[in-house]
């Protein structure tokens, strides 16, 4: 049977201005970040941004999260009481986290404001979601490389809100120290990482499979990315019926332009699908063939590990 709950559709916009492009375009809700405390944004948004992207927020009745989920070392975590009760004053409705020391300075602090568990690559299972859930946590992320089934079992079973990211590159390597700077600076050339984190130039090519991993630093580290955008636009049906409460488009590395019209085109597919299920069945071959017009020639699309074992 399903499910009459409209899903969330969670953006990741590049801007001040983009968040009311993307919000224009269908979505109902965006994560943003500041580069110190989240992982893998498209931009850093600093407090005034973040405040200013609230408001945009409110006139969409839309929702803002905050990723606050790097790995955090002891001389970071000081930091963390004054950030997180910024966010709180401000508005901001949920905070993205990974590192449980994020959990118990909310708890520390008596903040109210709703917690998000994302590690990444960790949540696999529904009674580590609940376990989770019970800890405070309001919604799970689900790591990116489970299947289908794997998805909707863990959703039936869930306490919690179940999020799925749905299209973009997904990481496959994070290291704390900066690698490629490491190594151009061994190697004695004089090459600076700062400010280049979202250069779209840097990539490892494996001529073996023709493949262009896509690599960035910033201060969080060095971030390999996959060869292929994950796109799961013309598969949404089983996620629909089983309820999943948000699909997350993931901006990461993209143009404002890419990241709007992809966000209309699943607001387009989702809305079909809970209009008449028919409709959505009729246009899946319509919906994959413009996805993959707005695809740059490099990345090709592909369905990530929802239906196979995906080697990266």
């Known amino acids: 049977m399903m499910s009459d709950k409209k899903p969330e559709l969670l953006v990741t916009p590049i801007s001040v201005e983009h968040v009311r492009e993307v919000f224009e375009a269908g979505a109902t809700a ?4 500041e580069e110190r405390y989240g992982l893998r944004l498209p931009e850093s948004f600093n407090r005034d941004e973040i405040a200013e992207t609230v408001k945009i927020a409110r006139q969409f009745n839309g929702f803002v999260y905050v990723a606050v989920n790097a790995l955090f070392h002891n001389d970071t975590l000081p930091e963390l009481p004054d950030y997180l009760t910024f966010l709180e004053k401000v508005g901001v409705d949920a905070v993205v986290f990974g590192d449980p020391g994020v959990l118990m300075i909310a708890k520390q602090e008596g903040l109210s404001i709703d917690l998000h568990w994302n590690t990444e690559m960790t949540a696999t299972n529904w009674y580590t979601a609940n376990y989770w859930g019970r800890k405070g946590a309001k919604r799970a992320v689900l790591a990116r490389e489970l299947n289908m089934d794997s998805i909707v079992e863990i959703k039936e079973n869930a306490e919690v809100e179940i999020e799925v990211q749905v299209h973009g590159m997904t990481c496959m390597f994070q290291s704390k120290r900066t690698l490629v700077g490491n190594y151009m600076e061994f190697q004695g050339k004089n090459l600076s990482v700062e400010g280049r984190s979202k ?4 990539v490892i090519y494996d ?8 690599i960035y630093e910033d201060e969080n580290g060095t971030h390999i990315m996959s060869a292929k955008d994950m796109c ?22 993209k143009t404002a332009d890419y990241i709007t019209k992809v966000t209309a085109l699943y607001r387009e597919a989702i809305d079909d699908y809970l209009s008449d299920e028919s409709i959505y069945t009729d246009k899946k071959d319509d919906y994959l063939e413009r996805a993959q017009k707005l695809q740059p020639e490099s990345r090709d699309l592909d369905t990530g590990f929802f239906f196979k074992e995906t080697v990266y």
């Open 232 to 253: 799961i636009i013309d598969e949404l049906e089983d996620m629909l019926e089983a309820g999943v409460d948000s699909f997350k488009i993931d901006g990461i590395l």
């Open 207 to 214: 001529p073996e499979r023709d493949a262009r991993y896509p």
């Open 30 to 33: 965006v994560m943003i970040g």
């Open 199 to 202: 250069d779209r130039s840097l």
